[in-house]
């Protein structure tokens, strides 16, 4: 039987809460980082870093997609065999477009994938979720698309969110960052039933804003109160840039993940105008951000390339 001695992955950038789907929807975005793990002869691992802010990535054994690897072969009871790994860092780090997520995802599928497959989709996707702890982000980038994940006591139900081809998403990512920790604590320990109605409906409107592409939907949609008003104190000038978006055709504009990046939805009619918008008014306040219009991702992981040895 053949061994995999060497497999190249692209993993997708994704965006995570899409305003009230907090911690449950995510949507895999046409920017990636690419990953590929060698079989070495000897020795135990090696792992270089290239592309964007590469220096800040550890590359000792704490390393994200290292620990990923031992964790699929730790859950097979299989020894781990020596490995390098090379990263190709695309998307930015702790910006709100799911580095760690892509990071886990890499180590998994490349370790299941010298291993000879041992786990389907399904199973890879459960031990992702249990590494980052929440299944918003490492969903999306293993399968692609725009997905609800929804707990089920024992298991994960995962639904598929249309997404009509009108719609394009914006990703505004500018030069500073916010770590997730400092966006979970300034959120609040409990919420009124008010705020908790208003999300479930503005939940299920988006669903059917996405599907259809119903702009006077999405403009309600977007709107949360459970994570948003909270977390955009930690970004400058959100009020401004969201007000300066949505005047030039935008038909909201959200907080990506736990930010600082924004991603505002509208079609490709305004699409030109939004980013120029976005980018104008950040730099009034001394921010610089790169402000592109992307596409939705319906693949997830892609196997670039891979070599077998009989």
Same mark, same amino acid.
């Given at each position: 039987?053949?061994?995999?001695?060497?497999?190249?992955?692209?993993?997708?950038?994704?965006? $995570?809460?899409?305003?009230?789907?907090?911690?449950?929807?995510? @949507? %895999?975005?046409?920017?990636?980082?690419?990953?590929?793990?060698?079989?070495?002869?000897?020795?135990?691992?090696?792992?270089?870093?290239?592309?964007?802010?590469?220096?800040?990535?550890?590359?000792?054994?704490?390393?994200?997609?290292?620990?990923?690897?031992?964790?699929?072969?730790?859950?097979?009871?299989?020894?781990?065999?020596?490995?390098?790994?090379?990263?190709?860092?695309?998307?930015?780090?702790?910006?709100?477009?799911?580095?760690?997520?892509?990071?886990?995802?890499?180590?998994?599928?490349? %370790?299941?994938?010298?291993?000879?497959?041992?786990?389907?989709?399904?199973?890879?996707?459960?031990?992702?979720?249990?590494?980052?702890?929440?299944?918003?982000? @490492?969903?999306?980038?293993?399968?692609?698309?725009?997905?609800?994940?929804?707990?089920?006591?024992?298991?994960?139900?995962?639904?598929?969110?249309?997404?009509?081809?009108?719609?394009?998403?914006?990703?505004?990512?500018?030069?500073?960052?916010?770590?997730?920790?400092?966006?979970?604590? @300034?959120?609040?320990? =409990?919420?009124?039933?008010?705020?908790?109605?208003?999300?479930?409906?503005?939940?299920?409107?988006?669903?059917?804003?996405?599907?259809?592409?119903?702009?006077?939907?999405?403009?309600? $949609?977007?709107?949360?109160?459970?994570?948003?008003?909270?977390?955009?104190?930690?970004?400058?000038?959100?009020?401004?840039?969201?007000?300066?978006?949505?005047?030039?055709?935008?038909?909201?504009?959200?907080?990506?993940? $736990?930010?600082?990046?924004?991603?505002?939805?509208?079609?490709?009619?305004?699409?030109?105008?939004?980013?120029?918008?976005?980018?104008?008014?950040?730099?009034?306040?001394?921010?610089?951000?790169?402000?592109?219009?992307?596409?939705?991702?319906?693949?997830?992981?892609?196997?670039?390339? =891979?070599?077998?040895?009989?």
């Amino acid at each position: 039987m053949p061994i995999v001695s060497c497999v190249i992955l692209s993993i997708p950038a994704t965006s $995570a809460n899409l305003g009230p789907g907090f911690d449950c929807i995510g @949507v %895999a975005l046409t920017l990636d980082s690419k990953f590929k793990f060698t079989r070495l002869e000897s020795g135990n691992f090696s792992i270089t870093v290239k592309g964007l802010e590469a220096e800040r990535v550890k590359t000792d054994s704490s390393n994200l997609s290292y620990q990923a690897f031992i964790k699929l072969y730790k859950h097979i009871q299989q020894k781990p065999p020596p490995v390098d790994i090379e990263i190709t860092l695309g998307i930015p780090l702790a910006r709100g477009l799911g580095s760690s997520a892509t990071a886990i995802v890499g180590g998994l599928v490349g %370790a299941n994938e010298l291993a000879g497959k041992p786990l389907n989709q399904f199973q890879l996707m459960e031990l992702a979720i249990s590494m980052e702890g929440h299944p918003d982000n @490492v969903v999306p980038a293993l399968i692609g698309g725009c997905r609800l994940a929804v707990t089920s006591q024992t298991s994960w139900k995962i639904c598929d969110v249309p997404w009509h081809k009108n719609i394009i998403p914006i990703v505004a990512i500018p030069d500073f960052e916010i770590s997730t920790e400092d966006a979970r604590k @300034v959120l609040p320990t =409990q919420v009124s039933r008010a705020d908790t109605i208003f999300n479930t409906a503005h939940l299920g409107l988006l669903l059917r804003g996405l599907a259809t592409g119903r702009s006077d939907w999405l403009k309600t $949609a977007l709107q949360d109160k459970l994570h948003q008003p909270y977390r955009k104190q930690l970004i400058a000038g959100y009020d401004t840039v969201n007000s300066a978006a949505i005047d030039v055709g935008a038909y909201g504009m959200v907080i990506s993940g $736990a930010g600082p990046t924004l991603l505002a939805l509208t079609d490709m009619e305004h699409s030109a105008d939004v980013v120029a918008a976005i980018a104008a008014t950040w730099q009034q306040y001394g921010i610089i951000a790169s402000v592109q219009p992307l596409s939705i991702d319906q693949q997830g992981v892609k196997i670039i390339s =891979q070599t077998q040895i009989q």
